[in-house]
């Protein structure tokens, strides 16, 4: 797939270089680099989700109640 992406000169610089000493072209240093950024994000939601069933001082779930409650009663017995 092609795409086109706007970066700033120092980074558009210094992928250059990197690609040179890794002795990738550009196109796989950004499908690498986007791929390990992927990764390191993939869990984010599920986190985010966990913190706020989780957290002390939290919102309203936004959970289905059923759900909340389930929950609820679970973690409850693990205090």
């Known amino acids: 797939m092609k795409t086109a992406i706007s970066v700033p000169d120092r980074v558009f610089r210094s992928a250059e270089d990197l690609a040179a000493r890794l002795r990738v072209s550009r196109s796989e240093l950004y499908s690498n680099a986007l791929a390990e950024f992927i990764e390191k994000h993939k869990n984010d939601l599920t986190t985010s989700r966990l913190n ?13 109640p059923e759900i909340a409650l389930l929950q609820y009663h679970t973690t409850k017995r693990h205090r």
């Open 52 to 64: 706020e069933i989780y957290a002390k001082n939290r919102k309203p779930s936004t959970l289905e």
